[in-house]
């Protein structure tokens, strides 16, 4: 079932295009494993009432599953169940510190394989670094609600990707999407309201047995639908096949792409769809997780399937390398194919921003720093790499505005044509796209200095600003 609160508007071309959240599939703890969730709500049974069973039957004998399964017992079992592909990948990983550069594919050609395109060898990785999601709420199943009638207990699935591990410690950071762990319909008695106080992490192949980590929200970004949460001192994590994934630079994805999509869709566990990228980058519009405003968001296209309940899955490319963080799909009628990630630039760049933060204040959000222009591309083209036979949009990015009393005045000037951007003994990026510069952005920290480099007249430049008060950042929760 579809998560009930949807958004819709209009954009693009002739007709309207309806975009909802990929959501979550909504069931009652009362729905079955292979029905996750019917056409209504289903109140929750009386404990330990079995609500698919008639009274006189005999309760089914529960498997018995040891905590610590993934453990060495069932390791053994690894090259049986992959065809011995994980060995390939180690000796990838060793050639890497060796210093080899190329990609996991790249390996497979240089020692001989005969490699198809749809490798499920990176695949079969990057399963182990999605996790499944539940959220349990409190929510009036009647709107108004019945007098005297308590909330019901409800459960929304999504999905999240290990970001780091600490796997000795039993520890992890995964990324989601706001909406997974928010919603609106709630009581709001909430530590945090509408901030579910019961999250639930399967990791693959532990999804039906009800064999759950109970995971805490770190803090979130509504306006990017962003958020992190986190496992400590997980005794089925350390000895579990999990793994972190490994992050890509979604800037150098290309039209037609191939593309894998692995989330929990409709509830049911993790799946894997395969598909392409259909647009790199663009903005669409959307309503927020608690549907008070419409936010521009920054996403990579895909025609890859995507259904309720993948939202905080992975998009990987054919390396196994995270490219995005899916979260909405197109609805309308006649409109087909239409799936959409959040790239992974910038998720990650909101999500460390959360988690840096959450070790220093208790807004549990990201923390933007602030330039104080407006932007604007002057001109667009593509560039043909014969290299790689892969083409790219490229953008001039030129100063529309500044605003007078904030960081970037006195320093850029309407005109400015803004080539790069870097922190002082850090991270830099070239500008070739609008959204460069404002994702960068959330990489700074208090007492960073930015450099900005431009050109003006045709001569190059640089502006130098160094973050040091509180003022100078904006915070997205």
């Given at each position: 079932m579809k998560k009930i609160a949807t958004a819709v508007l209009s954009v693009l071309t002739a007709g309207i295009l309806i975009l909802s959240l990929a959501g979550c599939t909504f069931f009652s703890p009362g729905s079955s494993a292979e029905e996750p969730g019917g056409d209504d709500p289903v109140v929750t049974p009386d404990p330990g009432e079995d609500p698919g069973k008639e009274p006189e039957e005999e309760p089914e004998e529960e498997p018995d599953l040891p905590d610590d399964i993934g453990g060495s017992d069932w390791m053994e079992w690894e090259d049986v169940f992959t065809g011995g592909s994980t060995e390939a990948y180690r000796l990838y990983q060793e050639a890497k510190e060796d210093g080899f550069e190329g990609t996991f594919v790249d390996f497979l050609k240089e020692i001989g394989y005969t490699v198809n395109v749809d490798s499920s060898v990176s695949v079969g990785t990057a399963v182990q670094s999605v996790v499944a999601i539940n959220c349990v709420f409190e929510r009036e199943l009647t709107n108004p609600p019945i007098p005297d009638m308590a909330p019901q207990e409800v459960t929304f699935s999504g999905a999240g990707v290990i970001y780091s591990l600490d796997k000795e410690?039993?520890?992890?950071?995964?990324?989601?999407?706001?909406?997974?762990?928010?919603?609106?319909?709630?009581?709001?008695?909430?530590?945090?309201?509408?901030?579910?106080?019961?999250?639930?992490?399967?990791?693959?192949?532990?999804?039906?047995?009800?064999?759950?980590?109970?995971?805490?929200?770190?803090?979130?970004?509504?306006?990017?639908?962003?958020?992190?949460?986190?496992?400590?001192?997980?005794?089925?994590?350390?000895?579990?096949?999990?793994?972190?994934?490994?992050?890509?630079?979604?800037?150098?994805?290309?039209?037609?792409?191939?593309?894998?999509?692995?989330?929990?869709?409709?509830?049911?566990?993790?799946?894997?769809?395969?598909?392409?990228?259909?647009?790199?980058?663009?903005?669409?519009?959307?309503?927020?997780?608690?549907?008070?405003?419409?936010?521009?968001?920054?996403?990579?296209?895909?025609?890859?399937?995507?259904?309720?309940?993948?939202?905080?899955?992975?998009?990987?490319?054919?390396?196994g390398?995270?490219?995005?963080?899916?979260?909405?799909?197109?609805?309308?009628?006649?409109?087909?194919?239409?799936?959409?990630?959040?790239?992974?630039?910038?998720?990650?760049?909101?999500?460390?921003?959360?988690?840096?933060?959450?070790?220093?204040?208790?807004?549990?959000?990201?923390?933007?720093?602030t330039l104080g222009v407006t932007v604007q591309v002057s001109a667009r083209t593509s560039i043909y790499d014969e290299e790689s036979g892969s083409s790219y949009v490229v953008e001039k990015i030129t100063v529309k505005e500044v605003t007078p009393d904030m960081p970037a005045a006195g320093k850029l000037e309407v005109g400015d044509l803004i080539t790069g951007i870097r922190i002082l003994g850090g991270t830099e990026k070239t500008v070739t796209r609008l959204h460069t510069v404002t994702s960068f952005m959330f990489n700074v920290r208090h007492g960073d200095t930015v450099v900005i480099s431009y050109e003006r007249d045709g001569i190059a430049a640089e502006a130098r600003i160094t973050y040091n008060k509180n003022s100078m950042f904006t915070l997205f929760a």
């Open positions: 410690a039993g520890d992890a950071y995964i990324i989601t999407n706001y909406h997974v762990v928010y919603e609106q319909s709630s009581v709001g008695d909430e530590t945090i309201p509408h901030i579910s106080d019961d999250i639930r992490v399967y990791l693959y192949g532990e999804e039906y047995l009800d064999q759950y980590i109970t995971a805490e929200y770190v803090g979130g970004a509504m306006d990017y639908d962003i958020a992190v949460i986190r496992i400590e001192d997980s005794e089925r994590l350390k000895n579990s096949a999990a793994r972190a994934v490994t992050a890509g630079d979604s800037d150098q994805l290309t039209a037609g792409e191939t593309v894998y999509a692995i989330g929990n869709a409709a509830g049911a566990g993790t799946t894997v769809t395969r598909g392409v990228v259909s647009v790199p980058a663009e903005y669409i519009d959307i309503l927020s997780a608690d549907e008070s405003k419409t936010l521009s968001l920054l996403e990579i296209r895909i025609d890859a399937a995507i259904n309720h309940g993948n939202s905080g899955g992975g998009l990987f490319n054919l390396d390398t995270l490219v995005g963080i899916v979260n909405a799909r197109s609805e309308e009628s006649g409109i087909r194919d239409f799936g959409y990630a959040i790239p992974i630039n910038l998720a990650i760049g909101v999500a460390q921003n959360i988690i840096d933060n959450s070790f220093k204040n208790t807004d549990k959000g990201a923390y933007r720093a």
